[in-house]
């Protein structure tokens, strides 16, 4: 409560409303001066803070110990007690992620550009196979052959003098961006987002060939937004592979915090199907019961990249069992969350829970593809 000096009007400067003590009983506003110190704006900073931190704390420790407490204590009515479900997600969530962005970065995987091929390999077992060649048939292809592959090993090896033609212009004062640039360029990347689809050179080119089509046999609306998004992409990467996916992955994962947003009302609703008949128990119940299960999730995930992170800084090998005994404790705790929060026999929850584990991972799994799919179309 504010220790402001209270006014002496019985008027709310919100809403107007007469005051019969200190709070309006229309919009709860305190009827203190407007007028506010400098110490005044300090101490109320520091009171909200520790208000939260108190609470925060007070429902962590719930939650993490008690599986399913939390919910059912919200269902039932007590809930000042405890920060607000979709408050601890939203803190819980942007956190995550903020961690999870930090520590997984595409842009720093090595994907390269090309795919090395073994020709020396390739070159010996062609020369084995034209030893023991019987027809000249069977000769003249394995000839035609070898010379392809040894046209491809002398490539390479143009490649690898250029490449060494690079590191000396870099080391000379060069860009490394030119360095990849020119890599890139002599690379080629034809992108078909339809399987077999032909390569256009250009969007004119596609939509003139369109044109001169009957209209019964031309591409319809997705499949021509489709290709006029794959000769996009692949005049803007031209041949640059590693570029390309990169981009494509960082928007991808960077949808995560969607698709865990989308999910999180379709896992209520398998609760509400699988709990059909307990008519006690509204869909808002299994919302807030979703919520607890996402929040403990981020918690717990959060704690094993910090073990990877200690195992990555420290060079400890052995702390993978902290990981995994993490990832058995989170498989009781759903459960014993279920068993808690809907109250029913053991059988019966651990069936649920195993319906329940099968549905949830076909519905993920169903969602990562479709963001995955339409994530290109960010790129």
Known sequence: MS???????????????????RYCHICGQQNIEPK????????????????????????????????????????????????????????????????FFSVYNVKQLGISNKIKFNTESAEQGLQKAMADAKTKTDSNAIQSALANVRNLHLNEDKESVKKEHNKEK????????NEEKDSANNNDLNIN???GEHHYNSVAEYDSIQK???ENVRDGFFRKLMQHKAIGLSEKYRGNKSGFIK???????????????????????????????RKQFYYVDHGIFAIHLYIYSFIALLVIFGVNYISKLTG??????????I?????????????????????????????????????????????????????
Not at 80 to 98: E, G, K, N
Not at 343 to 369: D, N, P
Request: aromatic residues 20%.
């Open 3 to 21: 220790h402001s000096k209270e006014r002496s009007e019985k008027i709310c400067l919100n809403c107007n409303a007469p005051l019969y003590g």
């Open 36 to 99: 506010q110190s400098v110490w005044h704006l300090v101490t109320h900073f520091f009171y909200d803070i520790t208000h939260f931190d108190g609470k925060f704390f007070v429902t962590l420790k719930d939650l993490l110990i008690k599986p399913g407490f939390l919910s059912r204590e919200y269902m039932i009515g007590r809930r000042m007690s405890y920060l607000d479900p979709v408050r601890m997600y939203i803190f819980t969530s942007a956190f995550f992620f903020i961690i």
């Open 212 to 214: 001169n089509l009957p």
């Open 316 to 325: 400890w090998n052995g702390l993978g069992w902290i990981n995994a005994a």
């Open 170 to 177: 870099k080391a000379a004062g060069g860009s490394a961006e």
């Open 193 to 195: 987002l339809l399987p």
């Open 327 to 379: 990832t058995l404790f989170s498989l009781f705790y759903f459960y014993k969350a279920m068993r808690n929060f809907y109250q029913q026999r053991r059988f019966k929850t651990f069936l649920k829970y195993t319906i329940l584990c099968i549905l949830s991972f076909t519905v993920i799994l169903t969602l990562f593809v479709i963001f995955f799919v339409f994530s290109i179309l960010e790129v």
């Open 247 to 277: 981009e494509w992955l960082t928007i991808f994962m960077h949808s995560f915090p969607k698709l865990l947003f989308i999910s999180l009302p379709i896992f209520a609703l398998l609760l509400k199907l699988l709990y059909v008949r």
